[in-house]
């Protein structure tokens, strides 16, 4: 791209003298029901797009016939960490008919599903935080699931950790605890699958991991109130949920809302309490539920483009904010999802004769490849960035001397044009890369990440790569168009 004389729409300037905190390898991951039932929530009563004509099937695909595709798409992204819960998690029982109130069960586990998520942890290489049943409050019960299933299809070093419930703080709205149901009510309810546990030679075993709280209780001080309750000492990982914007009750959420630069800064501060509360009782926090909007999602939105642009912030963000990972979540509410980063649908395999998937890669997942390739291992670098438009940019290297990647996010709702990138000590001729699409709702089949797209399986041709010089003063100077994000690779200067 050939840029213009104009007055730059950015100048970035990047350090390199100083490496940042460095980004975990397996910072990527998916948040994923335990299964397609019990999810809990109506469909959408909005607006339709293109992407919502068929309903997605689970990503994982069947005990009988896994979804190797998926599989795939997982180790794009490297070392990562699936999570296994959601709405289903308390509402879908192990052995229902033993549950204490078998009337919460709106879904049944089996075995296979188990064996299932066994494949997806090997085939991908992922851990795992497989969330248990706490809604039916019974420590026994859940024992049952853990040793009779569990403990007899998944390796324990294919488990990240157990997670005990999923968003609590919502139990006594949904009528399964008394009113009101407080951090502390909550402690206890924990504690007590905890002790059963520890006293089961099988269970103990396992790492524990919570609250993944979402809502009332996502604050530094209910936060604090779970870790010192439970004792920091006997959680491997501090997990907790956001959704800044909702369709729930039919809501409606616009691009402009999702890319508006309140809503990051909103997003920010909430982290910094969050992960401060976390680090000063020395334990990790993961963001291991998250999307552009509760309840599955917008419509236009957030299977759109500008989707990408915001999880590609989003993803950064919750770097340079201190949490140790981060779980894009999948929704199979009726009517389908508008926000999972990968959607599956039935397709027949007629070589093999037998049950196959179609699986399409959504703008969101072109997000989490970027940031797979430009960060994950990586250590952030201080830059300064000078911009009248919506503009994001971030910076990251493996080491002092290594090749520094420069990623700008566009996220301005009209502007584009030339931008300028200087990394200190760094004038080697550079490679220049581009996640764009026509317009910000662009769907799926018009994004492209150096112009080159994923196919079902979840490969991807090799991309196009622009050479680019820097000028005299040791600028690379580029053309950013208005529904893109670019990602710089600028080489080491002792590369050859």
Same mark, same amino acid.
């Given at each position: 791209?050939v840029? +213009?004389?104009q007055?730059p729409?950015?100048?970035?300037?990047?350090?390199?003298?100083?490496?940042g905190?460095?980004?975990p390898?397996?910072?990527?991951?998916? %948040?994923l029901?335990?299964? *397609?039932?019990?999810?809990?929530?109506?469909?959408?009563g /909005?607006?339709?797009?293109?992407?919502?004509?068929?309903?997605a099937?689970?990503?994982?695909?069947?005990?009988e016939a896994p979804n190797?595709?998926?599989?795939?798409?997982?180790?794009?992204?490297?070392?990562?960490?699936?999570?296994?819960?959601?709405?289903s998690?308390?509402n879908t029982?192990?052995?229902?008919?033993?549950?204490?109130h078998?009337?919460?069960?709106?879904?049944?586990?089996?075995?296979?599903?188990?064996r299932?998520y066994?494949?997806? #942890?090997?085939?991908?290489?992922w851990?795992?935080?497989?969330?248990?049943?706490l809604?039916?409050? +019974? %420590?026994?019960?859940a024992?049952d699931?853990?040793?009779?299933?569990?403990?007899?299809?998944i390796?324990?070093?294919?488990i990240?950790?157990?997670?005990l419930? =999923?968003?609590p703080?919502?139990?006594s709205?949904?009528?399964?605890?008394p009113?009101?149901?407080?951090?502390a009510?909550?402690?206890?309810?924990?504690l007590?699958?905890a002790?059963?546990?520890?006293?089961?030679?099988?269970?103990?075993?396992?790492a524990?991991?919570?609250?993944?709280t979402?809502?009332k209780?996502?604050? #530094?001080?209910?936060?604090?109130t779970?870790?010192d /309750?439970?004792g920091?000492?006997?959680?491997k990982?501090?997990?907790?949920? &956001?959704?800044?914007? *909702?369709?729930?009750? /039919?809501?409606?959420?616009t691009?402009?809302e999702?890319?508006?630069?309140?809503l990051?800064?909103?997003?920010?501060?909430?982290?910094?309490?969050?992960v401060?509360?976390?680090?000063a009782?020395?334990?990790?926090?993961?963001l291991?539920?998250? =999307?552009?909007?509760?309840?599955?999602?917008m419509?236009?939105?957030?299977?759109?483009?500008?989707?990408?642009l915001?999880g590609?912030d989003?993803?950064f963000?919750a770097?340079?904010?201190?949490f140790?990972g981060? =779980?894009?979540?999948?929704? !199979?509410?009726p009517?389908? %999802?508008?926000?999972?980063?990968?959607? *599956?649908?039935?397709?027949?395999d007629?070589?093999?004769k037998?049950?196959?998937?179609?699986?399409?890669a959504?703008?969101?997942?072109?997000a989490?490849?970027?940031?797979r390739?430009?960060?994950? /291992?990586?250590?952030?670098?201080?830059l *300064?960035t000078n911009?009248?438009?919506?503009?994001?940019? !971030?910076?990251?290297?493996e080491?002092? &001397?290594? #090749?520094?990647?420069?990623?700008?996010i566009?996220?301005?709702?009209?502007?584009?044009?030339?931008?300028?990138v200087h990394?200190?000590?760094?004038?080697?001729?550079?490679?220049?890369?581009?996640?764009?699409a026509p317009k910000?709702?662009s769907?799926?089949?018009?994004?492209?990440?150096?112009g080159?797209?994923?196919?079902s399986?979840?490969?991807?041709?090799?991309?196009h790569?622009?050479?680019?010089?820097p000028d005299?003063n040791?600028? !690379?100077?580029?053309n950013?168009?208005?529904?893109?994000?670019?990602?710089?690779?600028?080489?080491s200067p002792?590369?050859?």
């Amino acid at each position: 791209m050939v840029a +213009s004389a104009q007055a730059p729409l950015a100048t970035v300037s990047v350090q390199t003298e100083q490496l940042g905190a460095r980004i975990p390898e397996d910072f990527v991951g998916f %948040s994923l029901e335990v299964s *397609t039932a019990g999810q809990g929530i109506g469909a959408f009563g /909005g607006s339709t797009s293109e992407s919502r004509a068929r309903v997605a099937e689970y990503a994982l695909g069947t005990p009988e016939a896994p979804n190797k595709g998926f599989f795939q798409f997982m180790r794009n992204l490297g070392p990562g960490i699936l999570r296994l819960g959601g709405n289903s998690q308390d509402n879908t029982c192990w052995n229902a008919t033993a549950a204490p109130h078998p009337d919460w069960c709106k879904g049944e586990l089996r075995i296979g599903d188990f064996r299932l998520y066994s494949e997806a #942890a090997r085939a991908s290489g992922w851990r795992l935080i497989l969330g248990l049943n706490l809604k039916q409050n +019974s %420590s026994q019960w859940a024992l049952d699931e853990l040793t009779h299933a569990v403990a007899k299809e998944i390796k324990p070093d294919e488990i990240l950790g157990l997670e005990l419930g =999923n968003e609590p703080d919502l139990f006594s709205r949904a009528g399964s605890r008394p009113g009101p149901y407080s951090p502390a009510d909550h402690v206890k309810d924990f504690l007590a699958y905890a002790e059963a546990f520890r006293q089961n030679s099988i269970a103990k075993r396992y790492a524990l991991v919570g609250p993944a709280t979402c809502c009332k209780w996502r604050n #530094a001080q209910d936060l604090g109130t779970f870790i010192d /309750g439970v004792g920091a000492s006997k959680l491997k990982l501090v997990t907790v949920h &956001s959704y800044l914007l *909702t369709t729930c009750g /039919g809501k409606q959420v616009t691009i402009a809302e999702l890319l508006a630069p309140e809503l990051m800064t909103r997003f920010n501060k909430e982290a910094e309490s969050l992960v401060a509360s976390a680090r000063a009782r020395k334990v990790p926090i993961a963001l291991a539920e998250t =999307n552009s909007a509760s309840c599955g999602g917008m419509p236009g939105v957030s299977d759109a483009f500008a989707a990408a642009l915001w999880g590609l912030d989003s993803l950064f963000s919750a770097a340079e904010d201190g949490f140790s990972g981060i =779980n894009f979540h999948f929704s !199979y509410r009726p009517g389908g %999802s508008s926000y999972n980063p990968v959607d *599956t649908y039935k397709a027949v395999d007629a070589r093999r004769k037998q049950q196959g998937y179609q699986n399409v890669a959504k703008p969101l997942y072109y997000a989490m490849y970027l940031f797979r390739q430009s960060a994950s /291992g990586k250590h952030l670098l201080s830059l *300064t960035t000078n911009s009248a438009a919506d503009l994001r940019s !971030y910076a990251t290297s493996e080491c002092a &001397s290594c #090749a520094v990647n420069v990623v700008l996010i566009n996220k301005d709702v009209s502007a584009s044009g030339r931008v300028s990138v200087h990394v200190s000590n760094r004038t080697r001729r550079a490679e220049l890369l581009f996640l764009e699409a026509p317009k910000l709702d662009s769907l799926s089949s018009e994004v492209t990440y150096g112009g080159v797209q994923f196919d079902s399986e979840g490969h991807i041709p090799t991309p196009h790569l622009e050479q680019i010089e820097p000028d005299p003063n040791g600028n !690379y100077q580029f053309n950013l168009p208005n529904a893109a994000a670019a990602l710089l690779v600028v080489p080491s200067p002792k590369q050859r």
